[in-house]
């Protein structure tokens, strides 16, 4: 019988195996071996063959591979990865970016500390030339109730409140708020609405994770704008409807107290 790992934290990628991002998917996983945490990673391969996984990942016991049949888009194809984490805590990376060294046991280490359900922090752009540029989110450092976060996303063409990338968030909580929305992009967005919606959690004032910024990115093609304002319409509502759910419970615990 093959007794599977148990690992602190689990780092879900989706990725098409693109021959032009190889390069930076063996780069992120040099970055999660820097880490100073037990980690699982899990491969969500969209529609393309574990054959071309790189043979060094494909020989590591931390790195799990879900194949899937067809391409389904980056969200599928977390929600498929989901199914597979054993860690009691899970975070996501995109296969073209990186993660800095303690990027994943800070977040824990907060989060266990405090009792939290999510740990956010900062992100920062990643150049072709190497040099970064921190983005500070417009959620501030501290503790947040479930839904603070929402409020600082003040209208759905607003800067999004936290980087979604950024979010380590109990398993569970993932799971019970529905992980990943049913959209063909944008769905982190209903992502962390749904996480810092559904439970207790904090922003540090830490960069844990490179967006890398390059010509082949998703958000630079052509195509990316024509669906962003929905994307982005559904995020905020969902958001705008959870809060009213709170508030209806706070009013009917009331009355019946």
């Keep these: ?45 969209d529609g393309v063959s574990n054959a071309q996984v790189p043979e060094a990942l494909r020989h590591d016991s931390r790195v799990t591979v879900v194949e899937l049949p067809r391409a389904v888009g980056a969200g599928a194809a977390r929600n498929f990865a989901l199914n597979e984490v054993n860690a009691s805590w899970c975070t996501t990376a995109d296969d073209d970016d990186l993660l800095p060294d303690g990027s994943l046991s800070v977040r824990l280490r907060h989060a266990r500390e405090h009792e939290l359900g999510w740990c956010g922090a900062w992100s920062a752009d ?53 992980g990943y929305a049913a959209l063909p992009q944008g769905e982190d967005y209903a992502y962390l609405v749904g996480i810092t919606g559904g439970a207790r959690g904090a922003l540090i004032p830490e960069v844990v994770y490179y967006y890398r910024k390059h010509s082949e990115q998703m958000t630079a093609q052509p195509s990316y704008p024509a669906m962003e304002a929905r994307a982005r319409q559904f995020a905020w509502r969902h958001g705008e409807h959870l809060a009213d759910l709170r508030e209806g419970l706070v009013r009917l615990g009331s009355a019946v107290s």
């Design 1 to 45: 019988m093959t007794v599977r790992n148990i690992s602190e934290v689990a780092v879900i990628t989706p990725t098409r195996l693109r021959p032009e991002r190889l390069e930076y998917l063996l780069e992120l996983y040099a970055s999660l071996q820097r880490q100073d945490t037990s980690w699982q990673w899990v491969l969500s391969l």
């Design 126 to 178: 990643l150049h072709l030339d190497g040099t970064t540029t921190t983005w500070r989110c417009p959620t501030p450092p501290g503790f947040h109730e479930p839904g603070d976060v929402w409020r600082y996303w003040t209208t759905p063409e607003a800067t999004i409140p936290i980087g979604p990338t950024t979010l380590l968030a109990r398993t569970d909580l993932i799971r019970g708020s529905g």
